[in-house]
């Protein structure tokens, strides 16, 4: 069984989400966590697929919004490119393919904040994926724009991704 966890992260706290996702799967199978720079768009042989990244205005970063966070920071940023042009990218994606979602984002309700982990789920869905676990959002920090998750919240990822292998067998 071949898992892969692909991210966006602007500064950090989104690849930590996914390091932590991909450690709570790997008592299911060997996991491959990756930047969405170097995903590949070619899937076969993938078993489960994962997508992850930071909700921006509502929903999956685009280059506007990556260029305004950048400015945020003086650190430079994890992904040069986002989950959102990653995935209209893919040439195969295997019929029924198994996947899950997740996000990074303020923690407020989520009509005002929205969640990228939605609009994930519904391109996967577009391109034939199976979604096997409803979108879930991770909390970070609000200020520095570069503060990380917030406590226990890669805790929780692991155990997300630990619950999403045990849910395959």
Not at 42 to 50: C, I, Q
Not at 108 to 137: H, I, M, Q
Request: aromatic share 4%; with cysteine.
């Amino acid at each position: 069984m071949r898992i892969l966890v692909v991210f966006e992260s602007m500064f950090g706290a989104t690849e930590e989400i996914a390091e932590a996702i991909g450690k709570g799967l790997a008592g299911a199978a060997p996991v491959e966590v990756v930047n969405v720079d170097k995903a590949p768009r070619d899937l076969t042989g993938v078993d489960l697929l994962v997508v992850g990244g930071p909700t921006h205005v509502h929903a999956m970063s685009r280059a506007a919004t990556r260029k305004s966070a950048a400015e945020q920071s003086e650190q430079p940023t994890h992904s040069q490119t986002g989950v959102r042009e990653w995935l209209d990218s893919l040439e195969s994606v295997p019929a029924g393919l198994p996947a899950a979602t997740f996000d990074t984002r303020l923690e407020k309700p989520r009509v005002l904040t929205g969640a990228a982990s939605l609009g994930e789920a519904k391109r996967l869905r577009r391109r034939g994926c199976r979604l096997v676990r409803p979108a879930e959002s991770f909390f970070v920090e609000t200020s520095p724009a570069d503060a990380g998750p917030k406590p226990g919240e890669v805790e929780r990822a692991e155990a997300w991704g630990a619950a999403l292998g045990r849910s395959l067998s």
